[in-house]
């Protein structure tokens, strides 16, 4: 009886000072993800770099720095685009063309005064907050992003050892099966996203230099960025710019972007996910739901964690239940 109420409370401990682990965890839940994630993709390459220097610690610390070039440099050189467009949008009197179309959509000069004072008003008081949110969270971000770098390198070296526990602790026979499928899923959905993203971007920039629009890079970038996004992502750019070339009466390219949108909605709803699930065996369903739901959950990083998630539950239950293996 002694024993028996000896092992509960040890259980109860162990149960609770998880639950205080996990909450000592939780605000870098995000930030060890996405290392673990960086860390199992660039591993092969590590494994070179390692092999080449002959040192694990020189081939982590040339392995991160290269992670933090490839983020770094681009986001630096969008970010110096965007500023630069951004400028010359403004210069170029686009609010007084606005100005415009509303005066003569409306045909009252005082209504379209009043319109245009409470949208330039708008516009200031959505970036200063912005600009605000951006300074008092930015302590926030870089310390994550220090936590990611260093979380990435320390993964390079204890990353096999805790793959083989890893395995050890799995409760199911066909453990190597089980790897190899979370990192074709992983592969694959990171392949789909990044791809689709990147087809997105190209076909954007193309369409909007060739409707002549002053910004075309600045709008490109953005819906290659909302491209993570499902569905809503990149009309969040494209619905207003319609809306903003009607006003002008440029009916012409308002169409072409709409073509242009269809197209992006093409690809994200029917193209992803025959990517993705071409090579991880996957459902377009459970890779939607997983992506929607990890990101409600994890933020960016949920793209990539909630279908691995789905698609790793799902091949349990078919190891334990065959039948359900049979029947798909």
């Known amino acids: 009886m002694k024993k028996d109420i000896k092992k509960y409370l040890i259980a109860v401990i162990l149960i609770l000072f998880a639950y205080i682990a996990y ?11 996405t290392s673990f994630i960086l860390a199992y993709l660039s591993f092969p390459l590590y494994k070179k770099i390692s092999k080449s220097t002959k040192s694990e610690v020189t081939g982590a610390i040339l392995t991160t720095l290269l992670i933090i070039i490839i983020i770094l440099l681009p ?43 409470e949208t330039i008003a708008t516009l200031i008081e959505f970036m200063k907050r912005g600009a605000t949110d951006f300074i008092r969270n930015l302590p926030g971000k870089v ?19 805790f793959l083989k526990k890893a395995k050890n602790i799995l409760p199911i026979e066909k453990k190597d099966q089980l790897i190899i499928h979370i990192g ?25 230099k060739l409707v002549g629009s002053s910004i075309a890079l600045l709008l490109a970038i953005t819906i290659g960025f909302l491209a993570f996004i499902p569905f809503l992502g990149p009309s969040i750019v ?4 319609i809306i ?50 990890g ?6 990083v949920g793209l990539v964690v909630g279908p691995v998630i789905l698609s790793t539950i799902i091949t349990i239950i078919k190891e334990y239940y065959p039948e359900i293996k049979k029947d798909d």
């Open 23 to 33: 909450l000592i965890v939780a605000p870098f839940l995000t930030a060890l993800l």
């Open 75 to 117: 986001l630096i050189y969008i970010a110096n685009a965007l500023v630069i467009e951004s400028i010359n949008f403004f210069n170029e009197g686009n609010l007084d063309n606005i100005k415009y179309q509303i005066t003569q959509l409306t045909e009252n000069d005082q209504i379209a005064a009043d319109i245009s004072k």
């Open 143 to 161: 310390f994550d992003f220090l936590i990611t770098i260093y979380a990435t390198f320390t993964f390079f070296l204890i990353g096999e050892g």
């Open 184 to 208: 074709d899923t992983t592969y694959s959905i990171v392949y789909g996203l990044f791809l689709t993203a990147i087809i997105e971007f190209v076909l954007a920039l193309i369409v909007f």
């Open 238 to 241: 494209w619905v207003p710019y």
């Open 244 to 293: 903003y070339l009607v006003t002008r009466q440029e009916y012409i390219a308002a169409i072409v972007i709409l073509i242009l949108g269809i197209a992006l909605f093409i690809i994200e709803t029917f193209i992803r996910p025959k990517i993705i699930g071409a090579r991880s065996k996957v459902h377009p369903l459970i890779i939607l739901i997983g992506t929607i739901g």
């Open 295 to 300: 990101i409600k959950l994890l933020g960016i």
